[in-house]
């Protein structure tokens, strides 16, 4: 199959969260870059990891555990429902952290004491209620119990009498109501202390795994907290703050942007338990820019009008990207086209240089609930309207407030559209969406021509309209791309860490689908490299001076370095071409291109550290029995 895409590389579906070890699918890293610095500083502790559901906070964390800690742990603890956190959570906790454990015993030095240790706190995992309740039985079976009781002799006066009885006899009394109340209110108490002890005894086995685990980085992830109430973590922090805070383990817990807002939100000082954080991170939607950049790096996407739309339907969620890239749906009709662009004018008009990632997000999403409201409901007072929306899933207070929205979103709808707008007072509006449709191609030509650069041909100075729909570099980088690029830009030494990526095998076409896409969207990437090895074919090349060639981009962020390459992707006899277009593109953006011969075949794969020792020494040693690098000729 042709792998025309770099999702396409990717084994498991789009859908599913990145794992540690698909660092290169990652589209940002600025997030996973804090966690690294966190994690390798050992700051031990509880961490909140905020965000949109589909944001990849979760994966996020995994690839990032991986990076930071040599011998990690990682244990997934998810919540389902209220009553499993809320009195469940040490046998889950617990249970999690066996079966981790378990999976990974072959890599600690204390084997057998840890067997034996997992054993005991299996044990005390099973050991339930109803052993307890038979153990303290049996303890007091022959101890005497006062209850209240009333006689059938006495009862007919009214007379109440004090009667001693054994605590297995109660069980066999033919008690009145008063005594039965009475007893009910004794087990029930005695049920809560019972309760209390079971998970009493699983704590602390969860206390000695953690003592004995210290061969191990052991990171807790608290998922599916967003679907928790807002007091999820106040119940938590109010049981298990000892657990969090105190013992030498990372906590991660994964909320969603309602409760992150609430233990970030300066106005709750008193909260103690945004002290307890180490540290918060908030993963926020992609722009248009990044969504665009993502979009065209992963699903080799030209279309500039597809890219909005696809924006416009995700909101920059990465879930819900992949999904519609996976689905391949993306209706380009006049009511898409005209919601897109109104939303990408409105945002523009109402973000200010002081907005976080927080409440950047907020905006957008505030954006596009009302103009998806005022679309569907078509007439409406501004007023009601705005307190229906504050009402609602958006209803979050962070300016600007739904009137200031409604009032701009309806100020560019009049600049696009203005047969749209019907104004039967200053706050009853008219909103036809159907006007859209009939103006597709007006509005298509306004995207188009809006606040882009367009490609010029110098020969005759016309626009070249076959890039003017295409994804340019100023729309995935802004004014940005504009800036002159400081020298040539290179990677000094390739890390003995790297993570490699095999993009594609013997396929020309890819360094064009995919290498090349990903220098187009590295515009800001301050340390990449190119490295091109050649190899001669020898009898495969029936006589003929053939080589085979390899074309690699190593990429550097601040946390690790991925090098995707497309394995003997063309040949002198058949298709150099590709390789030379990836050459010539790597010197338009000012990357630097090193060039290599094997003298036999290597697994890339299996020996990228044999091939990042000869990078880094390539200046002292010239000659090498299996690799060396030289200035070959185009």
Not at 205 to 230: H, P, Q, R, T
Request: include cysteine.
């Amino acid at each position: 199959m042709r792998i025309s895409s770099l999702s396409q590389s990717r084994n498991k579906t789009l859908t599913k969260p990145l794992e540690a070890n698909e660092v290169g699918f990652l589209h940002e890293d600025k997030t996973v870059s804090r966690i690294v610095k966190d994690l390798r500083r050992k700051k031990y502790g509880p961490y909140l990891v905020g965000g949109v559901v589909g944001t990849g906070k979760t994966s996020q964390i995994e690839i990032a555990t991986h990076l930071a800690v040599k011998n990690p742990l990682v244990v997934h603890i998810k919540f389902y429902d209220q009553e499993e956190y809320r009195n469940k959570f040490e046998e889950i906790l617990l249970s999690n952290l066996i079966k981790t454990v378990r999976e990974n015993l072959d890599r600690s030095s204390k084997g057998e004491k840890l067997l034996l240790l997992l054993n005991a706190c299996e044990e005390n995992l099973k050991y339930t209620i109803d052993e307890i309740v038979q153990e303290k039985k049996a303890e007091g079976e022959n101890s005497q119990t006062i209850i209240s009781a009333k006689d059938s002799a006495s009862s007919n006066f009214g007379i109440s009498a004090s009667i001693p009885v054994s605590v297995g006899a109660v069980t066999k009394m033919e008690l009145s109501g008063e005594v039965s109340r009475d007893l009910h209110h004794n087990q029930e108490k005695e049920k809560v202390i019972t309760k209390s002890r079971v998970a009493h005894r699983k704590l602390e086995s969860i206390y000695m795994l953690l003592e004995a685990l210290s061969d191990f980085g052991v990171i807790v992830i608290y998922d599916e907290l967003d679907k928790m109430n807002e007091d999820a973590l106040d119940v938590l922090f109010s049981k298990y703050k000892e657990l969090f805070v105190e013992k030498d383990m990372f906590s991660f817990f994964v909320v969603d942007e309602r409760i992150y807002r609430k233990y970030q939100n300066p106005a709750l000082v008193n909260n103690p338990i945004c002290t307890y954080f180490m540290n918060a991170y908030y993963v926020p939607l992609l722009r248009l820019d990044e969504s665009l950049r993502y979009v065209k790096r992963c699903f080799a996407e030209n279309d500039y009008i597809k890219g909005l739309l696809s924006y416009y339907s995700s909101l920059g969620n990465y879930r819900v990207l992949n999904q519609l890239y996976s689905m391949e749906q993306n209706q380009c009709d006049g009511m898409s086209l005209g919601k897109a662009y109104i939303l990408k004018k409105t945002v523009q008009s109402l973000k200010k240089q002081y907005f976080d990632d927080y409440m950047t997000d907020v905006l957008v999403r505030k954006v596009k609930a009302v103009i998806e409201h005022m679309i569907l409901i078509r007439k409406f007072q501004v007023a009601e309207l705005a307190e229906d929306l504050k009402q609602g899933k958006f209803g979050l207070e962070i300016w600007p407030d739904y009137t200031e929205i409604i009032y701009s979103v309806i100020k560019v709808i009049k600049e696009i559209c203005p047969e749209m707008v019907t104004e039967n007072s200053d706050t009853t509006k008219l909103i036809d969406g159907e006007k859209l449709i009939h103006k597709a191609l007006d509005i298509r030509n306004l995207i188009l021509c809006d606040e882009r650069e367009i490609a010029v041909d110098k020969e005759s100075g016309r626009v070249k309209e076959e890039q003017r729909g295409r994804i340019q570099e100023y729309d995935m980088y802004g004014s940005t791309s504009r800036f002159p690029s400081t020298g040539v830009r290179r990677i000094e030494e390739i890390w003995e860490d790297v993570t490699v990526l095999k993009v594609a095998d013997n396929n020309p076409d890819s360094y064009r689908d995919i290498l090349i896409r990903i220098l187009e969207t590295s515009f800001l990437v301050p340390h990449i490299q190119v490295l091109v090895m050649r190899r001669a074919r020898g009898e495969a090349s029936c006589g003929f001076k053939d080589y085979e060639y390899t074309g690699m981009i190593i990429v550097e962020k601040e946390a690790y370095q991925v090098a995707y390459y497309v394995d003997r992707g063309s040949y002198d006899l058949e298709r150099k071409g590709a390789i030379i277009d990836l050459i010539e593109q790597a010197e338009k953006f000012k990357i630097a291109v090193c060039k290599a011969t094997l003298l036999e075949l290597i697994d890339i794969e299996k020996e990228i550290q044999y091939i990042a020792s000869r990078y880094n020494q390539r200046s002292d040693v010239k000659e090498d029995l299996r690799l060396v690098f030289d200035d070959w000729k185009k």
